[in-house]
């Protein structure tokens, strides 16, 4: 794409200018064609100067999703390989799903500047308005079901470390895996399989994080935050998105070589109400005890009055006993 070609020939020379005669020739292309594309970059957001004279330098990119400058910040062997921007989706989960109905490879990421029919774990809404972070990878690792859950789990690792790197901000994690700042969630994780595991072996993982926009976007029933409201200015979700992605190929890779020890330790550094007293909804039954953990399996494991029960995501939540919020 002409834009990107422009893009790429500025930001090799940074913050210096670049003749227009200079481009031009690069790229084989009119001056009037090179004029036109900055005035479209510069509506995406890209911060461009001109001087007659000196040509064009590149002083800022979008904060706003963009293409080129998520690919630019992306440093994943797989994550990321090919992505899909929209405007708007129903879902991006949705989205990928189709993908990988039609043959879909790893590191495949859809992402969407807002979602018309997000949706969360439990069958639930997710509400998506712009300026949020709604993302989803096709994966396709060299994982076992049983492992299946591990990915979800190392994603919210892999969103809490980027939170850390960049924002300074430290977040916990209400298992599997909702991502908490003072009590309110701030991102969540979807994690779905498509087709038969064991044949098709293909994970879909969402990821929605409410970023830049206040918190009166969001349903005043929800318990909920947004980095925006916490930090009271706008981050690059290009940066926010790469770094995720970075962090998550990274973990993928541990994982396939079945070294889960260490994501282990990360996530319950992070755990919210460790060693406290909680209460485990299944379905309608509940059941009370104290959260030691996660097994070497990914399970919840709970120490009952019956003694120690694990259970796998997907079929409990965990409510805090003292807090209304978990
Ligand atoms: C949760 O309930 O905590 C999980 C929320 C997951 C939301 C994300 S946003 C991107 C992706 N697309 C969806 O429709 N859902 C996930």
């Given amino acids: 794409m002409l834009r990107h070609d422009i893009l790429h020939l500025l930001a090799a020379h940074p913050e210096k200018y670049v003749s227009g005669e200079k481009i031009s020739q690069q790229l084989n292309v009119t001056r009037a064609a090179i004029w036109k594309q900055i005035q479209v970059l510069k509506e995406e957001g890209f911060e461009i100067e001109g001087q007659t004279k000196k040509g064009y330098r590149l002083l800022k990119t979008p904060y706003s999703l963009n293409e080129w400058v998520l ?4 440093t994943t062997t ?5 992505i899909y921007l929209e405007d708007e989706l129903e879902s991006t989960n949705g989205r990928a799903k189709e993908l990988a109905r039609q043959g879909g490879f790893q590191g495949q ?3 969407a500047r807002c979602q018309s029919s997000g949706r969360g774990r439990l069958q639930r809404h997710w509400e998506s308005p ?4 709604w993302m989803s990878v096709v994966l396709r690792p060299n994982l076992s ?13 892999a969103i809490a470390d980027a939170f850390e790197e960049l924002f300074s901000l430290r977040i916990g994690i209400k298992w599997p895996n909702d991502l908490i700042f003072n009590g309110l969630k701030i991102a969540g994780i979807l994690g779905e399989v ?5 044949t098709v072996q293909t994970l879909i993982l969402g990821i929605g994080i409410n970023v ?3 918190r009166e976007r969001l349903s005043p029933l929800l318990n909920a935050t947004t980095l925006f409201e916490i930090l009271k200015y706008d981050v690059d979700l290009n940066k926010l998105a790469a770094t995720i992605l970075i962090n998550l190929d990274k973990q993928v890779i541990f994982l396939e070589k079945k070294e889960f020890e260490e994501l282990r330790v990360r996530w319950l550094k992070r755990a919210v109400s460790l060693g406290e007293e909680v209460r485990i909804m299944l379905g309608e039954q509940v059941i009370q005890g104290i959260f030691k953990g996660i097994t070497i399996d990914g399970a919840l494991l709970l120490e009952t009055e019956d003694g120690e029960k694990s259970f796998i995501a997907g079929e409990v ?3 805090s006993k003292m807090s209304k919020y978990f």
């Fill in 71 to 74: 690919m630019k910040a992306l």
């Fill in 78 to 82: 797989s994550l990321g390989s090919k």
């Fill in 109 to 111: 990421v859809v992402l």
């Fill in 130 to 133: 712009i300026g949020g972070l």
């Fill in 145 to 157: 079901l049983a492992d299946a859950s591990k990915v979800t789990l190392a994603a919210s690792v």
């Fill in 194 to 198: 498509v087709g038969e595991w064991n």
């Fill in 212 to 214: 830049n926009f206040p």
């Fill in 317 to 319: 939540q965990l409510r």
